[in-house]
């Protein structure tokens, strides 16, 4: 598997959480990575992407709420999340930007609930 996303989870309004992306080299090392979520009903969109200089950029509906981030040494990327709200439900996935069909895995789930 080439992508594995951890880290998910329920968590209350206002609360944290950090999920992690286990990339293989061959997909990470040189490539802009990015995390996408799917809400239910909604389609996929891209939260955040990082290159591999570690320049990253936001979705502007984020307003500051997520930080991204890349260990190149052990292949993994990380998104911060803080402040979380109900509307941040959603499957959160992580893949190449522009994303690669072949690379999509399962995601991990964050749910936003008091």
């Known amino acids: 598997v080439p992508l594995v996303e951890s880290g998910g989870g329920l968590v209350q309004p206002g609360g944290s959480l950090r999920l992690s992306c286990a990339a293989s080299?061959?997909?990470?090392?040189?490539?802009?990575m990015g995390w996408y979520r799917q809400a239910p009903g909604k389609a996929r969109e891209l939260v955040a992407a990082?290159?591999?200089?570690?320049?990253?950029t936001y979705s502007a509906s984020l307003k500051g709420r997520f930080t991204i981030s890349r260990n190149n040494a052990k292949n993994t990327m990380y998104l911060q999340m803080n402040s979380l709200k109900p509307e941040d439900t959603a499957v959160y996935y992580c893949?190449?930007?522009?994303?690669?069909?072949?690379?999509w895995g399962q995601g991990t789930q964050v749910t936003v609930s008091s």
């Open positions: 080299g061959s997909i990470f090392s040189r490539n802009v």
């Open positions: 990082i290159g591999s200089g570690g320049i990253p």
């Open positions: 893949n190449k930007q522009p994303p690669d069909a072949f690379f």
